[in-house]
């Protein structure tokens, strides 16, 4: 089976990227949740934060300074670099 995913951003030749191969579990694995900065976003993720460490996870937040925007490429070395997995909320 065949999954299209496109990226929101304004490409205008979709790149061709390969599936990374998910995690069997969390338990012990760094879980990154980046807040867009939307309201009501952070509610979101605390609740799913509490999930997750109650799954055996360690969690790291991380906030972009503004929704309108990509995520600067500092934040998204951080958090390439520091997690196993990535959560993004998106609240409206």
Known sequence: MTTTVLD???????EQRERVTR??????????LLDISKP??????N???EKLTGLGATV???KKPTFTKPA????????ATSCDAVIE???D
Do not use: Q, Y
């Open 8 to 14: 929101p951003t304004g490409e205008l030749a979709p």
């Open 23 to 32: 995690p069997e579990s969390l338990n012990g694995l760094t879980v990154g």
């Open 40 to 45: 009501r976003g952070d509610v979101f993720l």
């Open 47 to 49: 609740r799913v934060e």
């Open 60 to 62: 790291k937040r991380f």
């Open 72 to 79: 600067p490429v500092d934040l998204r070395h951080e958090i």
């Open 89 to 91: 909320a998106l609240a």
